[in-house]
């Protein structure tokens, strides 16, 4: 399935480091989201992004930025990350409040 | 109280057995339900929406009880694929994509 599609699928980075997490769906949904799921706790809805606008964010740190240049992609900006962000990133999209589709998650690991 | 709660278990169950469980849930004014289904380090997928007069998709069954405000899952005639982590979804409210709650989930194990 490739509805949504996240790169890279797997990234390690220092503390000083800044990367970003890509997302994008293909299929034609106005909605799309940003979740954190770490080790043994529930997944955490981190942004929320409806026809492109930033609805949602969960009281999420600043280290954390999001993007969504179109309704089509996502972006999740990562800077001074701590170890304690070491997670599976998971981007999910959806038209309106139907059913989420999500993709297959970045899994970050923070040294 | 958890806004969503799960046994994490794990359920270690014979294969071709019949296994349940339950979600509960604390906000009664939550509208929607859903399970998702997540296998080992893949991201979750839809099982199936959970509807107020339950309903049925082959060998699983959905069932809410406002009332108790919690949700079941059954399963029938387990298959190994059926492993997985099962996780309870609520909308608390019935409009808007913020407020998406996720329970922890209840880890499955078929056993041959």
């Known amino acids: 399935e490739t509805g949504v599609t996240q790169t890279p699928r797997h990234l390690v980075m220092g503390m000083t480091n800044k990367k970003s997490l890509k997302c994008e769906q293909h299929l034609g949904h106005n909605a799309m989201y940003w979740y954190k799921q770490s080790a043994k706790k529930p997944l955490e809805l981190m942004f929320v992004y409806n026809f492109k606008e930033q609805t949602e964010n969960n009281s999420v740190p600043s280290r954390f930025s999001p993007e969504c240049p179109n309704s089509s992609h996502l972006f999740l900006h990562l800077h001074t990350l701590q170890p304690e962000d070491s997670a599976l990133y998971l981007c999910?999209?959806?038209?309106?409040?139907?059913?989420?589709?999500f993709g297959p998650g970045t899994r970050l690991t923070v040294l | 109280r958890k806004e969503v709660e799960q046994d994490p278990g794990p359920f270690n169950v014979p294969e071709g057995a019949t296994v349940a469980f339950n979600c509960t849930y604390s906000?009664?004014?939550?509208?929607?339900f859903f399970w998702y289904r997540q296998d080992c380090r893949k991201e979750p997928k839809l099982l199936m929406s959970v509807y107020s007069s339950g309903n049925e998709d082959g060998r699983f069954t959905a069932q809410l009880n406002r009332a108790s405000q919690y949700i079941s899952l059954l399963i029938r005639d387990s298959k190994l694929s059926d492993s997985a982590t099962y996780l309870c979804?609520?909308?608390?409210?019935?409009?808007?994509?913020?407020?998406?709650?996720f329970g922890k989930g209840t880890h499955l194990i078929i056993q041959p």
């Open positions: 999910a999209s959806s038209q309106g409040t139907d059913t989420q589709y």
């Open positions: 979804v609520v909308f608390p409210s019935g409009g808007g994509a913020d407020g998406l709650t």
């Open positions: 906000n009664s004014a939550s509208q929607s």
